[in-house]
């Protein structure tokens, strides 16, 4: 149980075009997803809290109209990389969690996010 | 931001021995997580360990806190190729449950 999935695993993109990045709980109800961003050999640093129904909370310095979190359902959030550009190539990674158990975390695999 | 340091950042071993990895952190937590990551793939959950807790075990790991000195440890015992990974700690606390990572460490066990 608590499997959570990425689609794409991976994109290539031309510069200035959006890239969107699902994520999704397979077999739970996840009240609340993260999104984090890891550069190569980096952590993870976290990007956005994203609550089911509500508007995501940006950490600092992350710029909420270039990242476009959508968490429409209970089992979906999406990220929308808008007009992105070379820096923005990272690897994306998800997770998502219930209410019932605090603190853990189910992580998704990844989308690994290429712009030329 | 990033409030785990985890050191070494990179540890190399022969296939048999044991493995320590080490992070600190700096405020105050409800809990601390030790995550698994191969390259290029998403975190596998390895084992949490609350804050009132001193020592845990599962399998071949066995995890310390001292909260006193803001610390953790993870030991992997008779170490095998295949947990060659990189090592992350993450401290959660909050409402919101936000996990903060440390840098992590590159173990590499070779066969």
């Known amino acids: 149980g608590a499997v959570v999935s990425q689609h794409p695993s991976w994109v290539i993109c031309k510069s200035g075009t959006s890239v969107k990045i699902e994520c999704r709980s397979l077999d739970f109800q996840a009240t609340t997803m993260f999104w984090y961003r890891q550069f190569p050999k980096q952590s993870l640093m976290l990007m956005a809290t994203?609550?089911?129904?509500?508007?995501?909370?940006?950490e600092q310095g992350v710029e909420k109209d270039k990242f476009l979190i959508n968490h429409a359902s209970l089992t979906l959030s999406t990220l929308t990389v808008t007009s992105a550009h070379p820096e923005d190539s990272s690897f994306y990674i998800c997770s998502a969690q219930t209410s019932g158990r605090a603190g853990e975390q189910f992580f998704g695999p990844g989308t690994r996010l290429t712009v030329l | 931001s990033q409030q785990g340091e985890e050191d070494p950042q990179a540890l190399s071993i022969q296939e048999g021995e044991n493995a320590t990895m080490n992070c600190s952190y700096k405020t105050s937590i409800n809990n601390l997580q030790w995550y698994r990551q191969n390259s290029g793939r998403g975190l596998v959950h390895l084992i949490l360990?609350?804050?009132?807790?001193r020592e845990k075990h599962s399998g071949r790991l066995r995890v310390t806190l001292d909260t006193s000195k803001k610390s953790s440890s993870l030991l992997i015992t008779a170490s095998r190729a295949a947990d060659t990974a990189s090592y992350f700690c993450a401290t959660g606390g909050g409402s919101n449950y936000k996990l903060t990572f440390g840098k992590g460490t590159l173990l590499t066990v070779n066969p």
């Open positions: 360990i609350r804050s009132n807790e």
């Open positions: 994203s609550n089911e129904g509500s508007k995501a909370t940006y």
